[in-house]
């Protein structure tokens, strides 16, 4: 999953500032509603619904692949796989690192999270060539001592030194080279090392031939660094520079969020910011850079290493602003901090043969963050399952989860939409894959099998399910999703258009009558770097939960629950709400099945169903339950009933009607 998780950020930056909280700039909970309506368009989009490629063929396509690119001596592009779950994309990339291996190349296998080794060793049959890399870390129930003091260097580390100067100051190359169970993992004679998608940023130890990376790594790019108020000077800096510093301190140490032409007015105004950065001579100050400590506890009064990526970042936007440019702000002070919006860049070390394996890869964050061009091999083969997307709501986090992180209202609304499908498909071992907070508070759901967005990916444990249902859109909020954007597209200076508006998209379907279907989709249209990781956090995401149940090889139905048209998952049926509930489309079609049932009852019982029994048994307004009856004449075909000897609320005549015998 693509989510920055800044909170872990801020408190492993944090542990040395004791009784200070930093709290994140609030972000507005924000829904956006547009025409709830099911666009007919006159013809399909171009490729709607064409047969896709087999299993088979879709395997040789990335087999193929590999080979090609391995065979380039010094290529110039990383090789990205876009394969889904199933299609053996791991296993590919397991045979590839050995056969490597066996040619006498040494491998990187960059993975997402510790236990996905696990998965390699369930599917190697060659064991013998892999190793763990494992990290700095203190004895503890599983885990092996690798480090005398891991805490130190992390806080080392996370105030921008690297950790081998640590080493090499407190524990000596003696011990480095002869002794340190971290370190001595540099003599392991395993050519397949699995290690994780930060080793790609911030480096490892070892020399390899090839990279070969699971799952997608944008999280490990993104670095919205933070910096303590407390540290943004040093003592006995000279320069021009070092009168803006006690400046920008004064903004963090009161609290105040400024950014822009406002943190450079601040400052002293662009023209100022601009020369003070011109006069500063990187790097700034060996003593700066590489501090003096004698002892590991020493790392809680070094400073923080930043100016080397600060006057960068000022220098760009003091220039913009004299140029009367709008730019990206990506220097912000607030709660006590400066924060600084960067993209960790590709370790130099790494080797030009990058194979990149993801199932929702996305070419332009990609190239973003590999710094070089992509090829994509799509490898996307046709779904045996069917798809039922049940249009007229999105299920957004923001309907079902309140500021306070409560559930609201609309949450049983999605609970009814849940068990009709269930009722409909007479499932048995149904699963659902929706938000956190809505699983854990949803007796049925947490009764189901089940998992939540960002999550969901990689897990085999749904696969076995006779339908999964996908409950909702996930979706960051917009600010999110332009921190971001500022922090993958570094280059870029120009201003985002924060328009967020609605545009119809297509759904890859082809009505029985040769017309296509569309839908009014919220969006940053016309900012492709905004679309991209947008589309990495929302679309992106449902598909990995659809292919939790393997729908490339099962004949399984899959329940979309939202509105959004996903290219990659081609409906079978479009259903508006009302129609999955059997209901006309002007009543609450959440009621419409209980009032049927009652109606039914009634007319079974005594011929008879009036508005007064609608109102008495579903708690409904009398002016709504005569509407019902007047529904139930007109669409379904049930007579008029007259003279009727019920009475109404208030001594009013109720209507009523009976369903017409079948002769």
Request: charged fraction near 20%; aromatic fraction near 8%.
């Amino acid at each position: 999953m693509v989510v920055v998780n800044l909170r872990a950020i801020v408190a492993a930056q944090l542990a040395e500032l004791a009784g200070e909280e930093f709290v994140l700039p609030a972000e507005p909970s924000v829904e956006y509603e547009y025409d709830r309506k099911l666009l007919t368009l006159p013809q399909p989009p171009v490729g709607a619904q064409t047969e896709g490629i087999s299993v088979d063929q879709a395997r040789e396509r990335v087999r193929t692949a590999i080979e090609d690119y391995l065979a380039i001596p010094e290529p110039a592009h990383a090789l990205l796989i876009k394969a889904v779950p199933g299609t053996g994309k791991t296993t590919f990339g397991i045979l590839a690192s050995e056969m490597l291996a066996e040619e006498g190349r040494r491998v990187l296998y960059a993975g997402p999270r510790h236990n996905f080794y696990g998965d390699i060793m369930e599917i190697t049959v060659k064991p013998e060539l892999w190793y763990e890399w494992l990290p700095r870390q203190a004895e503890a129930p599983g885990k092996v001592k690798t480090c005398n003091y891991p805490a130190q260097i992390e806080l080392w580390m996370a105030r921008g030194y690297r950790g081998i100067e640590f080493c090499a100051t407190i524990c000596k190359w003696d011990y480095i080279n002869h002794a340190c169970p971290y370190h001595l993992q540099r003599q392991r004679h395993e050519p397949c090392i699995f290690g994780q998608h930060q080793h790609v940023t911030l480096g490892h130890p070892l020399e390899f031939h090839v990279l070969v990376g699971d799952e997608t790594p944008i999280g490990a790019f993104c670095w919205q660094r933070f910096i303590p108020g407390v540290w943004v000077t040093f003592p006995g800096m000279e320069g021009s520079f070092a009168e803006i510093l006690p400046l920008l301190q004064n903004l963090c140490l009161q609290g105040i969020l400024a950014d822009g032409e406002t943190l450079l007015g601040y400052l002293g105004g662009p023209q100022k910011v601009l020369s003070a950065c011109n006069d500063t001579n990187l790097p700034l100050s060996p003593d700066i850079l590489s501090p003096h400590i004698e002892r590991a506890e020493d790392v809680e009064r070094i400073p923080y290493a930043f100016l080397h990526q600060l006057v960068p970042l000022l220098r760009r936007e003091a220039e913009a602003a004299l140029a009367g440019k709008q730019y990206l702000h990506r220097v912000v002070t607030h709660g006590g901090f400066l924060l600084l919006y960067m993209r960790r860049g590709l370790d130099e070390k790494l080797p030009r043969h990058i194979i990149w394996l993801d199932a929702t890869a996305n070419a332009r964050l990609y190239r973003a963050c590999l710094g070089r061009p992509v090829q994509v091999v799509d490898a996307q083969p046709a779904l045996r399952g069917r798809i039922h997307q049940v249009v007229s709501r999105a299920n957004g986090k923001g309907t079902l989860i309140n500021k306070a992180g409560g559930l609201t209202g609309k949450v049983q609304q999605l609970d009814k939409q849940v068990r009709r499908v269930i009722e409909t498909g007479k499932y048995e071992r149904p699963a659902i894959i929706s938000f956190q907070k809505v699983i854990e508070g949803m007796e049925l759901f947490g009764k189901m099998d089940h998992s939540h967005f960002y999550a969901a990916r990689g897990t085999n444990a749904l696969e076995d399910c006779d339908t999964l249902i996908v409950a909702g859109t996930p979706q960051p909020q917009p600010i999110e999703i332009e921190r971001m954007a500022k922090m993958i597209f570094q280059e870029r200076i120009e201003a985002y258009r924060l328009n967020w508006h609605a545009e119809t998209r297509a759904y890859n379907y082809v009505h029985a009558d040769g017309t296509g279907r569309g839908w009014r989709v919220g969006g940053y249209w016309g900012e492709p770097d905004l679309e991209a990781v947008l589309w990495s956090l929302r679309e992106a995401e449902i598909i990995q939960a659809a292919h939790r149940v393997r729908p490339i090889f099962r004949d399984v139905d899959m329940w979309l629950l939202t509105n959004v048209p996903i290219w990659e998952l081609p409906p079978h049926r479009l259903l508006t709400i009302a129609e999955l509930f059997g209901a006309p489309q002007e009543v609450d079609v959440y009621i419409w099945p209980q009032v049927m049932a009652v109606a039914e009852r009634w007319n079974a019982e005594q011929g008879i169903v009036t508005s007064a029994d609608l109102v008495r048994e579903l708690g409904i307004v009398p002016k709504t339950a005569r509407n019902y009856i007047e529904i139930l004449i007109s669409d379904y075909g049930w007579e008029r009933k007259t003279g009727a000897s019920k009475r109404g609320v208030g001594g009013r005549p109720s209507q009523g009607t009976q369903k017409v015998k079948s002769t």
